[in-house]
């Protein structure tokens, strides 16, 4: 039996790895970045061509109808190159989460929509994780209220999908009255992150299912950190044995001493087993749903511990270079930093695995 990429999948993430070595170089996102934008509009172009925003979106609605695992090749790819397109909110858990708890009628409506490129969504589920005094989103008659922070892919947004204290999702019109976007700043200026200020803002709810959609788009959300934490750690530990085979001193490269070949030998064993590990946790998505939740868990709390070790250790190989923007490693140390924090970090998460193995007991 094969436990690796499928030979389609494969292919998926060379294309998607090779049109951004192409289109968004390093130059690239540094100037997207210092133009205040969280968005290429070359690689999101180039990136629609491939048909990736209807990426999850069942083939009968005019997507391509592909799983959680191809979601995460495709998450790798961007990790890898840092690249600053909206992704995970807009092109897998908004149409995911139409799939999972809209009715036939909104499926009709949204999903060729979402796979064309004609609607964009944000996506706000943070407060279904961890809240922050003051934040928290209820409805009445129909009308939401409150404050939803870390809401992702908000730039260029024209529709958002959020969650109240309940676990229902709604579909809010991002121009709607009495909706205002709170700019919110992250150390990680690849991704577009706001908050949303509503004050009685028409809603369209999804199905009432208990908020089991929303939990479930929640461990998507997880996996999809996870793969880019993966491809970001990968494209750090290149770059420092780069370094080390070119860096020199005392007439020597660095990387012939034996302290700088640990350091190297060490991040490649800490980051080759998570690569399984995101793996299987987006195949169980889509094939194993009962293990999926904790899975996500899994994968999201061990790539945010062990990308943050790769991180800091790559760069140490760097030396002094490492902390200079020259070389723009620190766009993927704070892009893993990112990953590691929202939708629940390293502990946050742990805590909810041990509840749904029963190890602790839920809090009245």
């Known amino acids: 039996m094969d436990f690796g990429l ?8 060379e294309s998607v790895a090779r049109l951004l070595r192409e289109l968004c170089p ?49 998450a790798t790819a961007l990790g890898e190159a840092v690249a600053p397109v909206p992704f995970a909110g807009r092109k897998v858990l908004a149409p995911l989460a139409l799939i999972e708890a809209g009715s036939d009628a909104q499926k009709a409506n949204w999903l060729p929509r979402i796979a064309s490129g004609g609607v964009c969504f944000g996506v706000g589920l943070q407060g279904l994780v961890t809240r922050r005094d003051g934040s928290g989103v209820s409805c009445a008659d129909g ?27 709604y579909i809010i019109l991002a121009q709607s009255e009495g ?36 939990q479930r788009i929640i461990a998507a959300g997880r996996i999809l950190l996870a793969a880019d934490s993966l491809g970001a750690a990968d494209a750090m530990i290149a770059q420092a044995v780069a370094y080390a085979g070119q860096r020199e001193q005392f007439g020597r490269v660095i990387g012939s001493f034996q302290a700088v070949k ?50 800091r250790t790559a760069t140490e190989v760097h030396g002094g270079m490492g902390f200079t923007d020259l070389l723009g490693l620190h766009y993927w140390f704070k892009r893993i930093g990112f990953d590691r924090q929202i939708l629940g970090g390293p502990e946050t998460v742990r805590e909810e695995a041990a509840l749904l193995q029963g190890w602790i007991a839920r809090a009245a």
């Open 26 to 74: 390093l130059n690239h996102v540094r100037n997207v970045v210092e133009s205040e934008s969280a968005v290429s509009a070359q690689a999101e172009a180039a990136l629609a061509e491939l048909g990736l925003n209807g990426l999850v979106v069942p083939e009968a609605y005019g997507g391509l109808g592909l799983g959680m695992l191809d979601a995460a090749v495709v």
């Open 262 to 311: 640990h350091m190297c030998a060490e991040m490649a064993a800490r980051n080759e087993p998570c690569r399984s590990l995101v793996w299987y946790a987006a195949h169980a998505f889509d094939a194993v749903p009962e293990e999926a939740p904790l899975m996500a868990c899994h994968a999201k709390s061990h790539l945010g511990e062990t990308g943050r070790i790769i991180a």
């Open 143 to 169: 009308r939401l209220t409150g404050l939803a922070l870390f809401v992702l892919d908000c730039e260029e947004a024209d529709h958002f999908l959020v969650a109240d204290d309940n676990g229902q999702l």
């Open 6 to 13: 499928s030979q389609e999948q494969q292919m998926l993430a």
């Open 179 to 214: 909706v205002e976007q709170i700019a919110l700043r992250t150390i990680d200026a690849t991704r577009s992150i706001c908050g949303l200020r509503l004050s009685s803002v028409p809603a369209e709810a999804l199905r009432d299912d208990g908020g089991k959609a929303a």
